[in-house]
């Protein structure tokens, strides 16, 4: 079993930076594919950001050159650098770890940017 557990999301100003922790833990007997999705009320969840076990990355249109994904594989642990925020960034963030067929989720950090 595995579990991932976000923290860092919260308030922030238009224009401020927030950075996202995602930390797994349990049978993890590898390096696996991370990522980032958000979802915000009323919508679906999409994706904002993904690394892959080699340290490949990809990012939403949405959030390019604005957002950094990055991973400790010592620790098991994304991050996710939000720089530039916009309201509409405003969401429940999570993170994801692939393992084979199986994907794991975390429970989701609020992030809300607001004057």
């Known amino acids: 079993q595995v579990q991932l557990v976000e923290s860092g999301g919260g308030l922030v100003q238009p224009g401020g930076s927030l950075r996202l922790s995602c930390e797994a833990s349990g049978r993890i007997l590898g390096i696996y594919p991370m990522g980032w999705y958000r979802q915000a009320p009323g919508k679906q969840r999409e994706s904002v950001a993904t690394i892959n076990s080699g340290g490949s990355t990809n990012y939403a249109d949405s959030v390019k050159g604005r957002f950094t994904i990055s991973r400790d594989n010592a620790k098991n642990t994304v991050y996710l650098q939000m720089n530039s925020l916009k309201p509409e960034d405003t969401a429940v963030y999570y993170c994801?770890?692939?393992?084979?067929?199986?994907?794991?989720w975390g429970q989701g950090t609020q992030v809300t940017v607001s004057s």
């Open positions: 994801k770890m692939s393992i084979w067929l199986n994907d794991y």
